[in-house]
């Protein structure tokens, strides 16, 4: 996890750089240090990725979530599936693509079958009683991406959390008519950093957006992880878990400020 400096406030207004970087310690190393190492201490055996990368672009169109469904029926949580298994055999995919021995067609094909298993597991998770609504938050491809599944399972994950996440048609549009407190990207590889910039930097220049938090996620943050403090975010976060606590705490900071 890279968080980087809060962007500077008029000259009227305290510096909150420092009030940031306090709260951001202090999440993780209160919480997210503690339940990350508890979530994986006793991790069971989830499945195998690479078959259910096999069985997504198989000939069977059911094969995927046949697997996912297989694996909750002998005890898999649908957390880890979500979180774990679904993204390595969506990495799987894409290995094949970067090796030839899969075309554009096939990832297609293969990363919309993972998807539909996501959404049955996401139907698990959601939460059905009635709650307050939590903070707005709105969950986006870096421009130029096209691949949907990252930001399904992120907008899935966080409203199971108590966010009233959304997935994002046109961000800018959506920033300039709604007060969302967090905006979360996602990004597989270089070729999309400069426009990525560029949409961080026009989320930054919409009414409410110098107090919007935004979130980095997809493959490319495990590369490079100082991506957020390259590009004007604030933090890039590769695990799941993590990106909920921090994206709370932030929001929560802010907010009081």
């Given at each position: 996890?890279?968080?980087?400096?809060?962007?500077?406030?008029?000259?009227?207004?305290?510096?909150?750089?420092?009030?940031i970087r306090?709260?951001?310690?202090q999440?993780v190393?209160?919480?997210i240090?503690?339940?990350?190492?508890?979530?994986?201490?006793?991790?069971?055996?989830?499945?195998?990725?690479?078959?259910?990368?096999?069985?997504?672009?198989?000939?069977?169109?059911?094969?995927a979530?046949?697997?996912?469904?297989?694996l909750?029926r002998?005890?898999?949580?649908?957390?880890?599936?979500?979180?774990?298994?679904?993204p390595?055999?969506?990495?799987?995919?894409?290995?094949?693509?970067?090796?030839?021995?899969l075309?554009f067609?096939g990832?297609?094909?293969?990363?919309?079958r993972?998807?539909?298993?996501?959404?049955?597991l996401?139907?698990?998770?959601?939460?059905?009683?009635?709650?307050?609504?939590?903070?707005?938050?709105?969950?986006?491809?870096?421009?130029?991406?096209?691949?949907r599944?990252?930001?399904?399972?992120?907008?899935?994950?966080?409203?199971?959390?108590?966010?009233?996440?959304?997935?994002?048609?046109?961000?800018?549009?959506q920033?300039?008519?709604?007060?969302?407190?967090?905006?979360?990207?996602?990004?597989?590889c270089?070729?999309?950093?400069?426009?990525?910039r560029?949409?961080?930097?026009?989320?930054?220049?919409a009414?409410?957006g110098?107090d919007l938090?935004?979130?980095?996620?997809?493959?490319?943050?495990?590369?490079q992880?100082?991506?957020?403090?390259?590009?004007?975010?604030?933090?890039a976060?590769?695990?799941?878990?993590?990106?909920?606590?921090?994206?709370?705490?932030?929001?929560?900071s802010?907010?009081?400020?």
């Amino acid at each position: 996890m890279q968080a980087i400096d809060v962007l500077e406030r008029p000259p009227a207004a305290p510096p909150r750089a420092p009030d940031i970087r306090r709260s951001l310690l202090q999440i993780v190393r209160g919480e997210i240090l503690p339940r990350l190492l508890t979530a994986h201490s006793g991790r069971r055996d989830e499945g195998d990725p690479g078959r259910l990368a096999s069985l997504a672009i198989g000939p069977e169109r059911e094969g995927a979530r046949d697997y996912i469904a297989y694996l909750r029926r002998r005890g898999g949580s649908a957390e880890t599936l979500l979180l774990d298994t679904l993204p390595l055999a969506a990495r799987r995919l894409g290995a094949l693509w970067e090796r030839d021995s899969l075309d554009f067609v096939g990832v297609t094909e293969g990363l919309g079958r993972l998807s539909a298993a996501a959404r049955d597991l996401l139907d698990e998770l959601t939460p059905t009683a009635a709650a307050p609504p939590g903070p707005r938050a709105l969950f986006a491809l870096a421009p130029g991406e096209t691949h949907r599944l990252g930001v399904e399972i992120a907008q899935g994950m966080f409203r199971a959390a108590g966010f009233a996440a959304e997935i994002a048609d046109d961000f800018e549009a959506q920033l300039a008519q709604t007060p969302y407190a967090l905006l979360g990207f996602s990004i597989s590889c270089d070729r999309y950093v400069e426009p990525l910039r560029h949409a961080v930097r026009a989320a930054r220049a919409a009414p409410r957006g110098r107090d919007l938090v935004i979130l980095l996620g997809g493959p490319l943050v495990a590369r490079q992880p100082d991506l957020a403090q390259k590009i004007g975010a604030d933090a890039a976060i590769c695990d799941m878990r993590a990106a909920i606590l921090l994206a709370r705490g932030l929001v929560e900071s802010r907010i009081n400020m």
